[in-house]
């Protein structure tokens, strides 16, 4: 596992690979063109595989796939959090807060029913 790699550094790490892993990194025909023959699966590692030429993969008899559910509960999660984010002042408190200004802030919190 690599965090950042040149594409000299991921052909040498790859050779004698059969599957490689990305994630996000551009895989473009030029590059797959340098793959060793062994590779003959590349996994997107998340949803999107627009970052990989499937034309250049194909010719070259490589099957690459992704990850359809990757993080379905985080984006959902993320969604809702920003719908009520939007919905309220909370970004602008937490901006104040995080500078030490309590002037937004009642000294009781009250909730009328």
């Known amino acids: 596992v690599y965090d950042n790699s040149t594409n000299t550094e991921l052909i040498k790490r790859i050779q004698g690979a059969r599957v490689v ?3 996000e990194i551009s895989v473009t ?3 797959l063109s340098q793959f060793p023959d062994t590779v003959k699966l590349i ?5 999107g595989y627009n970052n ?12 690459v796939c992704n990850i359809p559910a990757y993080s379905t509960e985080r984006v959902a999660h993320t969604v809702i959090m920003m719908i009520l984010n939007f919905a309220s002042t909370m970004q602008k408190q937490i901006s104040m807060l995080a500078k030490g200004d309590r002037s937004n802030f009642p ?3 009250q909730v009328r029913l």
């Open 21 to 23: 892993v990305t994630k």
């Open 29 to 31: 025909a030029e590059l």
């Open 43 to 47: 996994v997107e590692a998340g949803t």
């Open 52 to 63: 990989i030429d499937l034309n250049a993969a194909k010719a070259k008899g490589i099957t």
């Open 107 to 109: 000294k009781y919190f």
